[in-house]
């Protein structure tokens, strides 16, 4: 909340913004139910829930009970192993190994590209990175729709400190404020946005984003406690506001109120019937003499804009200037909060990633969507062999009533005996019932049909059972096999690529900006270098032309061409005149230090250089001297160490207990 700087409105500057998020809720009308449809209708084929018919739910409930010879009609899983194969590439590009965004520089700024390294390591750590990317990448596979907020955030936390008025040294909890970079991932149903520029480009060229979410009176109370300058006389309100349990604004229409897709009905039917429960009237301990009249439940919406200031009243010096606020709207009309952004980056803070982008914006169909059609018809050809088995197991035949009741027909019992009515005495029994002829042979060629099918559809969407994770038999060398996985991951690779540059370049230029622009002086645990890293803020401000920011698709052995350094290693060492013009050690330590190894603590000073120099001529001219026969006291003098101004104690620390024990113990 607090990466910039909040702002105290007036009424009227408050109604002309609810007036404004109005407007924009009434452009989201024609676009947003076809998305919401769209986007069900994929969670459907992913979740394998699109069977909705009375059979269907028939049979479930009599396999629930028990009874395994109903058999339920199956969707053949296509769309699912297609996103979670993509899924799995990006999260193995992006995320497998940490830090997830490794930070290089030049040579000069080493110690303060670790620092910025710290800091990303531990909001990664604090805020989940990890979880919500791959979130993100998951959405970008189903709708090709994936927004991520990434904001300069604070919150409250907990430390443990020793409690020294307690006897035993008790520990106790400390509240400290925790601040950093916010990588949040936007439910894609609940998102409106300027469809007037591409999704991909919305942070940079549009002109309004928002999200709703659902919180309970304790969240949000909890939400509110925790905002900065909010604007205290509509808290009040924005608790009271609604109608009924639910506390729903009665403003809202059904594209501006909070949406839960209708998937798995099953558990969706719990889901809902959770919201809205009036929890203090159910525990019997509501106060009518509470001084607010609490609802249940509340849609907090967040709305990112870039506007003319004089259009809202907002006196500034700069009002004819587009400039951008975020509010924080409480059931769609009670302003809490409003924040002038004044980030470094000047962007909407909200990155859209679409792995599916050939120019035709909002039309371009997903990966999930180029799947569907084949799910479909393979399920037809699987459900149709269930059909032919249901015939086989209980076939439909023509009998004689005088002859056979119908109960006896009917049983389920497989090994029951059927008695024949007397009018059946004395003549033939084989008259009495007519089967009809069936002939199964289509099953075999059906699942043909199936394989075929998702044949299909791995090869448009350039995937194969190889890249699925599955064993193929045949008979191809290492490397031809090696060329199809490869091949197998071509459609991925310029998915991942489109993603490099929708979404993760302005992600780390955001990061790395809010860093430098609101981080303070502290001191943070690298685990990677195992070591405590002093933050200061100055020295990276002062660094920050020099910092390249990496990750899996980029790394910083091709930001840096690790490998022509390596090459130029051992170009030096064979060349004594190369050598002799470039300093080897600090140049090994750069490579090294590009590479995660720290190596910078062992090497020798100038003064060590100078005085080792020193000596190692001194012992060749007391040798020298020997051999010609020179008696002790000709020999020259011996260097010493403070000659050069250096102090071999200060370059070896003695160790700690600790580090004697753990010597003792490996040896």
Known sequence: MPASTPVIISRKTQSSFVEYYR????????????????????????QRETDLTDEKQTNAQYNKAGDPNKLQNVAVPVVKPQIETSVRYMTKVFLSDPPIFPVVASPNYMDEALQLQSIFENNAREGGWARELILFFRDGAKYNFAPLEVTWDREATYTVETNLNSDIKKGQAKQIIWEGNKIKRWDPYNVGLDTRVPASEVYKDGEFVFHTESMSRIKLKSFIAALPDKIIRNVVPAFESGTGQAGISSVASDSMGYFIPDVNVSRTGELRSSQGMNWLAWSGIADSAQKIEYKDNYEVTTLYCKVLPSEFSIKVSYSNTPTIYKLIIVNHEHIIYC???????????????????DGLSYQTK????????????ASTFMNSIFASRRRAISDRVLYDPSRITSAAINSPNPSAKIPVRPAAYGKKLSDSVYHFPYNEDQSSNDMQQIQTLIGLSNQLVGQNQVSQGQFIKGNKTTNEFNRVADAAQGSDYMSALLYEYQVFAPLKKILKLNTLQYQGGTTLYNRDEKKEVEIDPIKLRKAVLDFKVSDGLMPADKMINTSTLSTALQTFSQSPQLAAEYNMGPLFSYLMKTQGAMISDFEKSQEQVAYEQALGAWQQAVL???KQGATKEQLPPQPLPEQYGYNPKTRAPA?????EDGLSNTQ
Not at 31 to 46: E, H, K, S, V
Not at 366 to 377: I, K, M, P, T, V
Request: hydrophobic fraction near 30%; proline fraction near 6%.
């Open 366 to 377: 997903s990966l999930a969507d180029d799947g569907a059609d084949f799910q479909r018809a």
């Open 655 to 659: 160790p700690t207990q600790e580090e």
């Open 624 to 626: 020298e001297a020997m």
């Open 23 to 46: 407007a924009v809720q009434d452009t989201q009308n024609s676009t947003r139910p076809g998305m919401r449809d769209r986007f069900t209708t994929i969670d459907r084929l992913y």
């Open 339 to 357: 924040e002038q952004q004044t980030n470094a980056h000047n962007y909407l803070p909200v990155l859209i990633g679409q792995p599916q982008e």
